[in-house]
């Protein structure tokens, strides 16, 4: 594991990590059609990413359709891409021996009002997390910025997981950003942000960016629902 305050040569590093799975998403969006599996998704990702100067995936990739959404490590499966379903990818490189860590969920085709307010929930929870990332938080209060929101909302108890971590040369570092963590946030530490909400068996968002205290995510890609025409 590094240190929790990352070096400027670190961070640059982590930046170049974020980069290339920044490209990766649009190649993705570009590139998924109907009656195409996860598993498909999935493969297309890990070529892309050492085909971009990626020495690796920083973990397993997840790719999720539909009810798949649902769990938060999903394991890409041959369930093939329908129309009215949430796609979520939580993905990573590793360049220079450091970790990017990326979650985006988008939609393909015609989906429904619950899926929108969902995802707008979860959307919302995400930018105030990021807003909230500074030095002199706690990782605890930081938590509750996005927990309670999505509390208020009513999906409290579908928020099954802390809101982020530390990032460096592995995926999962300190500090973690969740319940009772009372490490305070300084700059130049690296962590994520990355709320979700669950409906077993039907549906699930997830957002996530690394972020850089004192300077704010690092992925140039925002994070306002995209639709694809199915
Ligand atoms: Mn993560």
Redesign the pocket.
């Known amino acids: 594991m590094s240190d929790i305050v990352k070096t400027d040569k670190q961070i640059l590093l982590i930046k170049r990590a974020v980069e290339i799975i920044d490209d990766c998403y649009e190649a993705v969006l570009g590139y998924i059609r109907g009656g195409m599996s996860e598993a498909e998704v999935a493969d297309f990702i890990e070529k892309f990413v050492l085909e971009h100067g990626g020495e690796g995936l920083s973990f397993d990739t997840i790719v999720a359709f539909g009810a798949g959404g649902a769990e938060p490590h999903h394991v890409p499966s041959d369930v093939k891409l329908e129309n009215g379903m949430l796609v979520t990818i939580?993905m990573g490189a590793i360049y220079g021996g450091y970790c990017s860590?990326f979650?985006r969920t988008f939609a393909y085709g015609e989906i429904s009002e619950k899926q929108r307010e969902v995802y707008d929930i979860v959307y919302r929870a995400q930018l105030l997390g990021v807003e909230a990332t500074k030095a002199g938080i706690t990782c605890h209060d930081l938590d509750a910025v996005c927990r309670d929101y999505i509390s208020d909302k009513g999906y409290g108890d579908k928020f099954i997981h802390t809101t982020?971590?530390g990032v460096g040369t592995l995926?999962?570092e300190d500090p973690r950003v969740g319940k009772g963590t009372q490490t305070v946030l300084e700059n130049n530490m690296v962590i994520?942000i990355?709320p979700g909400i669950y409906l077993p068996g039907e549906m699930g968002v997830r957002i996530?960016d690394t972020l850089v205290v004192g300077e704010g995510k690092l992925s140039r890609l925002g994070t306002e629902l995209i639709i694809l025409p199915a």
């Open positions: 939580d860590d979650t982020g971590h995926i999962h994520t990355e996530e």
